[in-house]
């Protein structure tokens, strides 16, 4: 498992609300690289529950869609924008379990609409919510044009979590 360097860091205006670690908002979501798969492991707060101790939903859609994201980043290497998203909700998140485990996978492609599947699953290792998105991935050109230029590991090391 590799750590996947953020390509958004440093950019002018970078403030997303799934992955900049600058956002005081946000989720500040971390991405590895682990064979096929684009994996990030995350901590619940309190403070992003629905219910009383359980995390709310459309946080869950937003970690889902984030790490299909950076499937796209990564495995694609261009950028691209969310046309469908499908959530399954099968298992409460409790806002108190220790750690997540969201991850991604490329399904397919037509054209330039990428499907990737994504799941979460609680500290136990029960997957509690699926997830499948499309996205629409822009042209090589279109996505410098947007400041990407590439997204990378941190070096060849492999990680162990």
């Not at 998105?133 to 042209?139: E, G, L, N, R, S």
Request: hydrophobic letters at 35%.
């Amino acid at each position: 498992m590799r750590k996947i360097r953020n390509p958004w860091q440093g950019k002018s205006g970078y403030d997303c609300f799934g992955c900049s670690p600058d956002n005081p908002l946000g989720v500040k979501m971390e991405f590895y690289e682990d064979g096929d798969s684009i994996v990030c492991f995350w901590k619940p707060q309190e403070h992003y529950q629905g219910w009383i101790d359980t995390l709310h939903g459309g946080i869950q859609a937003t970690l889902i869609d984030e790490c299909a994201s950076w499937v796209v980043f990564r495995k694609l290497q261009t950028t691209g924008v969310t046309t469908k998203l499908d959530v399954r909700y099968r298992k409460p998140i409790m806002t108190t379990d220790a750690q997540l485990t969201i991850r991604a996978v490329l399904r397919g492609m037509r054209r330039n609409l990428a499907q990737i599947g994504v799941t979460i699953e609680n500290s136990m290792g029960e997957v509690c919510t699926e997830g499948e998105a499309t996205y629409f991935t822009f042209p090589a050109e279109k996505a410098r044009q947007m400041g990407f230029t590439s997204c990378d590991t941190e070096g060849d090391e492999l990680l162990s979590m």
